[in-house]
Every structure is written in structure tokens, then in C-alpha cells.
């Protein structure tokens, strides 16, 4: 039935592993760089701030000026100009005079320092009174005060934030190389599969791993096709050989057991090659991986709560370094508020909801049974080695929040 | 300069949640269903499984056939049909009788447990011989074993992940109603921004913060159209009345503080009401808030480390709410691995790199830095009453990732 022993899980990352790639780089708006991952390094062709700016509303003086200034004791300087956002002055701020100054505007020439307009009283005839001392630099931003021309913005492979989209910016640059969004193909096999609907005729499903898929490769940042197929070796066979140079992996569900006469993981090896057939987990055990023309194609059992489980274990970490994503599972420790059976031998994964370190094991595991998910917010990860878990023992767990990019 | 003493920032909050509303629902595909919400309560049309289903491949028998069964002494059945998946059998098992059968196939009428094919061994003549005892109902998944017709699959109001898309879709629908993506524009105003180049022109900057909002916009997945405006009363004021009645929300840039000459606040005055202007908090102290046309219009400092602050605490929560995704600040309490200065009466918002409880907060604190929002992953939250925190004291810390959605 399979094609060896029961593979462990860790044998069959390390197989996948030897497969991973980097989608191809294109360059892109920076607009749209939200989510994205930078090839190359980014240098800022600019300072920033790029000049000596004011950073408040008030007046460009020399600080010198207003040593001696106090509310009792006002000191009285010329206005010669104003500066407002975006402009400039061409005077030069000497003893005695200032310059009206807008917040975020270039400092004048020979000013040193900004009095808060709070500090000034206005008087009629373009006079100012001072009644605040004021340093050298104060209320200033200096030329390079955040970053210098030619300072390293971005690493490369950094997962672009807003923050990574405003400084790529503020660095001179409108575009952006990034790894390409992974084009998925899923294949839902399964004569017995059709859409939702209000009267299923008889002995058929309704096709619920479509949504399942669809779902899960949105939520892994990819762009997504999806297509049915019937359990026909030639209807397969030609559908993934059309589709396999068009996508950088494929994803089917069903077709990968004996009821099926495996007629996905034949065909696969047919046109291919099949690296991986039967993994000693539960649920999943049917899980199956190969290559055709050098793309990988996960093939899940047909079952729910299985295909379910084994995207997050194998499909999202894959799919999300395609695009150069940092992602690795990230197992965080719970104490279990209740008795769970596994098997040596084999990981079980198992459906829980974990509030405050307490982790509440779903008691439905029947890999049809895919309603427990939606209560679900972890999987419960019992290794091969361990023999079940104590109520109040602690065991590892995946969270589903850790999932998101 | 603002219409009133610095409102602190719950009390703002106060006021904006006045002006909360949820979007309009629309009917959409249920494929396009991810990270929406559902409007009402979904009842499934559907048993899941729809009938008796053999959970193993194998055949269909009667259990008490099998109960002598063994290695050494096989019970021999007569195996008068072949169920696949998707198709059922109109013969009936009877004492003696077996039908072939896939697994998700319906357990034809007669038989009440299945064996599985490991357990058999075929003989000539259309014959197999049992080997092993099955229990009435083992290898069987029962109708409405996982829901029942009529049951409550979806509480209205549900965030929908690839699970609640597969138990919609279970449940018989491939429509729901959920509701809109809000719309959002977002205007930068400012004579002094351009977009990011080589050379900047004298006096300029570039506009950091239409790539910043861009990006925060997209992380509450909510549409968003982007406009620069320049610092011209008429101008702003025409854009904004073109403008709000196409729109959910609309978030200024700039335009709030006194150097601008107020040009944002003084318009949505005009044509509309200001509620809020100038809170005690640090960054984003000249935030204001206003209704034009009953559209809110959230005014944020043009400063790219206040707009950024001021998005996260005010606009974010607001537009998640729109689409009712349930969301509010969560702050943790960690602990400062350094002194942070902090003034009574304000809020302080300061950001800082979290590890394992400890939290390092980031030097540079002006409102022109943006730098430090790269290597940050939260806020720490300095609340009006606390006058900073010493080295290895507990702080308040809002982490980015509690942002997503």
C-alpha cells in the first residue's frame, strides 16, 4: 500500500527540505510591497531629516540672542521673513533678527537655534519680544539626525512592514525586487465531491476541503487556483501535466489511498517521482509528496481534519519560504486539563483550544470530524516517543496564531 | 491653537466610539469568504457525514459473521458487490454476503460494520476469507456523527478562517453575507512632500507616510485609495467634500498643528465638526477627530512617528470594528530593561523591541524618527499618571503582532 515503513515526520521535513526553493524576484511599487520580502539590500540615497529642520512653530534666531531674554526682561528682535512648510529663505538670520519658521522647514542661514512661538510676543511693527533663553541646537533637527546617506535601511529578506514601506521610502525609492507571490495549484480529487448545495444526490460529499485550501493558501500570502478533478488516472494525469510548469507547487486532497487506488499517487509517479508515501502521524497518515518536473506536489489525504493538518505541518512552512518568509514551527509548552491516549510510533496531532497555558484537547479526533477545528485555536503535538499525556502533565503545542505571517 | 485643554486619550476614545458603525453586508462567494465576518447565524442543511460511511477500506458485512473469525479458522463471505467512492450499491448484505467498499463510501443496506481489506484474503471464486472479528458499528461513521441537520454551525458575527469556510461550505451554502471590506481614503497633506526620488528638491521631503498608511491600511484589511493634498484651505476643502460620501472613514496626514496653519482641522470644521483636537500624548499630541457629513475624518499629525502611533491606537480598532472583526488593545506587562523618563499628564507611547518579558525601549524618541519603528515590535504604554518607569520595573507593552487581525 505504501511505498516503505511509515516515514516519521522528521524524515519527511528533511525530504521536503531538500526541495525548497525561492520563487523568482520581480520588481514591484513599493505601494504594493505590503507583506512582500526585499531580495537586496537597501542603502538610502538620502539623509534624513535630508536637512537642518525646525521642529516647532516659532522663530529661527541665533541663540546667543536670548541669553538674557525673560518674561521681565523681553528681548526684542527684528522678523525679517517667514519659512513655511515645504519653502525656504534666502535671508540670513545675523544678531537681532529672526526668521518666522514653520515646524518641519529648513532652518535659515545663521540661525542656530528655534524659539517656540509660546516663548514670543508679537509687537506692532515686525518686532518680536523673546521672553525665553533658548540653546545652540534647541528645538532643531539635524541634517542625518535619524539616518545618513548611504546607511543600510533594509537588510536583504526582510519581511516589509508599514514601517519597512514608509523608510524604503523616506531612502528614495518608489520600487521595490521582492520574491514573487507562490503560485499554488490545489487539486481536489474525488468522484464523490460537489459543490455546496441544498439536496446532495446519493452517496456523494460535499467538497469542503476546496474551502479548506483555499483558505489556508490565502492565509499563507499566495495566489491560489483551484481546480476538481475525478478519480480518473488519465483525466489526472493530463491535468497535472497541463498544469505543473504554471505553478511552483501543487496541492491535491483525496486520491492518495487504497479506496482510491491511490490513483494520485500513481500518477504522480508515473509522470514523475514519489519521494514520500505513508507518514507515521494521525491524522495524515496517507500524506504523500513528489516531484514532477521539478515541482513539488503535496498530495493530502482526502479527509478534512487531515488535509487540514497536513497543510500546517508540511504545505504552510513550504509555501511561505517559497517567498522567503521566516517561518518555522514554533511548538510553545501547555498543561493538558485532561487525559489524551496516543500511540508510540506515531505524532499525533491533535484539535485544542488553549486559554492561559491550559490546553483542552477536543475529544472528537475522527479525521472526518473537521466541526472541533472551529473551536480549535492549537494542535496538541504528541511525538513518536511519547506514550499519551497525563491530565495536568504538560505537552507541546502549536498554536494557529502562530501561523500568521 | 487647540479648541480645548489636551483630552486625554481614553477620553477620546470615548468619543470615537460614538461615532462607531459597521459596514453594509453584501452577499459574497464563499470562496472569497477569508478574514470576513458573517452577519447571521449559519444552520447547516446538511447530516455530516449525509449517511453511514465505511471509515476504512475494506467490506461491508454483518458484525456477528465475523465473531468466530481468526488465522486459523477464516470465515468465508461471498462478496457480491464493489461500493466506490461517490457511488453506492442497490444490493443488500445478508447473512453470508460481503460488498467491497471504499472508505467515504455508503455502508450498503444489511451490513452494520465493515472489515477492514487487511483482514481478508481474497479467494477464486468471487470468495474472501475473514481472519479477524469486527464489532457491529466498527469501521462505520455515522450519519450526523460529526453535526445534525438544523444544528448551529456558525454564532453570527464569526471571524472566518479556512475552518469555518470548510463548515460553511459543509453545511450546503457557497454564498454567505458577510460585511463590507470598509473604504478608507487616506489624504497626505503637505507642499513639502514629494514622492520618493534620487534628488530632492530644496525645502522637500518625501512622503513616508502615504507609504506608511498604505501599508497599516492593508494590515486591517479594509480598501484604500491613497490622495496627496497640498497645504491650500479650498483645495483640501473640495477633495474632501468630492470625496466623503465614498468613503467608510477618511485618515488626514498633517495639516493639524498650528504651523500648517491647521488647514485639515479649520476645514472639516467648516464643512463638518471637530470633536477632538489635541491629546495628551506623546507622540501625537496634535491629533484631532471630526464628522464631515457623518463620515469620521481622523486627523493625524503629519510627523511619520505620531501618524504611526495615532493610527495604531485610534484608527486601527476603528476600522477592524467597521467590519466587525472583534478587536481591542491588549496590553501585556513586561519588564524595562532600562530607565524610561515619562512626564505626568501624558501618555506615552514609546517604541521598543520585546524578548522573552523584557522589554528595551528605543532610544531615539522624536517624533521625525522613524528608523527605530524597524527594529520595534511594540509600544511600551506609559500611562498619564505613572512618571516613568525605573530599570527593572514593570511597564504596560501593546505588541504589534496582537495588531493582526
Known sequence: MFISELMSVNDVVDIISKYQFLTDSEVIDLDDAYQRVNVDKVLTLHDSPPFDKSAMDGYAIIASDSFSASNNNPVSLEVIDYVGAGSFSDKKVKSGLAIGIATGSPIPEGADAVIMKEYTIPSDDGMIDIVSAVSPGENVAFLGEDVKKGDLILEENTFIRSQEMAMVALSGYSKIEVYKKPKVLVINTGDELVEPCEVLPPAKIINSNHY??????????????????????????????????????IVT?????????????????????????????????????????????????????????????????????????????????????????????????????????????????????????????????????????????????????????
Open 253 to 405: 486532497t483525496g486520491g492518495t489511498a487504497v479506496s482510491k487506488g491511490d490513483v494520485v499517487v500513481r500518477m504522480v509517479g508515473d509522470v514523475g517521482e514519489v519521494l514520500v508515501h505513508g507518514i507515521a502521524a494521525r491524522p495524515g497518515k496517507p500524506f504523500a509528496f513528489g516531484i514532477v518536473n521539478e515541482t513539488p506536489i503535496f498530495m493530502l489525504s482526502g479527509y478534512p481534519a487531515a488535509a487540514f493538518v497536513l497543510f500546517d505541518i508540511f504545505v504552510r512552512p513550504f509555501i511561505l519560504k517559497l517567498q522567503n518568509i521566516n517561518y518555522n514551527h514554533k511548538l510553545v509548552t501547555c498543561i493538558s486539563n485532561r487525559k489524551i491516549p496516543s500511540n508510540l510510533g506515531r505524532i499525533d496531532y491533535i484539535r485544542a483550544y488553549v486559554e492561559d497555558g491550559i490546553v483542552n484537547p477536543k475529544l472528537s479526533r475522527g479525521s472526518t470530524i473537521i466541526s472541533t477545528l472551529m473551536s480549535a485555536n492549537a494542535y496538541i503535538v504528541i511525538e513518536e516517543n511519547r506514550e499519551g499525556v497525563f491530565e495536568g502533565e504538560t505537552c507541546d503545542v502549536l498554536l494557529f496564531d502562530s501561523f500568521k505571517p
Open 212 to 249: 479548506a485550501m483555499k483558505g489556508k493558501i490565502e492565509s499563507c500570502l499566495a495566489d491560489v487556483t483551484m481546480e476538481h478533478c475525478i478519480d480518473d488516472e488519465n483525466v489526472f494525469r493530463n491535468l497535472l501535466l497541463e498544469s505543473v510548469s504554471d505553478y511552483d507547487i
